[in-house]
């Protein structure tokens, strides 16, 4: 999120593909904004992580799934 804010560009950065500049270019024009999400509040964890039950219904919840029937 640093990189995509900060628009100065580094030499250190130079491997940094496409889609990073594609990004930085659509928050320059404000199209797009880009917020910092707590691990606590990261529904892409239910597609990455084994969850205990109860994490796994609050995220089915925020992304409005349907939990598998017990």
């Known amino acids: 999120m640093a990189l995509v804010n900060n ?3 580094h030499a250190r950065t130079k491997h940094i593909e496409i889609d ?3 990004i930085r270019d ?4 404000k199209e797009i904004t ?8 990261q529904p892409a964890d239910i597609l ?3 969850l205990p039950p109860k994490r796994f219904d609050d995220l089915c919840f925020k992304l409005t799934i349907q939990p598998p029937a017990t």
């Open 20 to 22: 990073y500049h594609f």
């Open 26 to 29: 659509r928050i320059t024009a």
């Open 48 to 50: 990455t992580k084994a």
């Open 34 to 41: 880009v917020h910092h999400i707590s691990s606590q509040d």
């Open 7 to 9: 628009l100065i560009f």
